[in-house]
């Protein structure tokens, strides 16, 4: 019988990269005490890295170690999962159009 810990981490597992997660997203596998207490382990193990206050992102598993997942790829799923609409600066826009180095 698995944990809850690793019922959390098998589900997370399976979602890409970058994608956010909240406790509320385990409610059905227990309590909300519980579900907190499994993510702060797992955050702990390396497992996960906290966004914000109730966000989550899983690690990600590489050749070369674990590590956070793309900032582009966690800012727009918070940015989906907050219902905001998130743009890049002015310079950076200019300097994707080759407008500047």
């Known amino acids: 019988m ?3 810990p690793e019922k959390i981490l098998g ?3 399976e979602l890409p990269e970058g994608e956010v997660i909240t406790p509320g997203s385990f409610l059905h596998l227990g309590s909300r005490t ?7 382990h797992l955050i702990v193990g390396g497992k996960l890295f ?3 206050r109730g966000f989550y992102v899983s690690a990600v598993y590489g050749r070369f170690g674990v590590r956070p ?5 966690v800012v727009r799923s918070l940015a989906k999962a907050l ?6 600066t002015g310079a950076s826009a200019a300097n994707n159009l080759g407008l500047t180095t």
């Open 50 to 52: 906290r966004v914000a």
């Open 69 to 73: 997942p793309a900032p582009v790829l």
């Open 34 to 40: 519980a579900v907190q207490r499994s993510l702060s």
């Open 2 to 4: 698995k944990t809850l």
């Open 11 to 13: 589900i997370i597992q």
């Open 83 to 88: 219902g905001e609409l998130i743009v890049i």
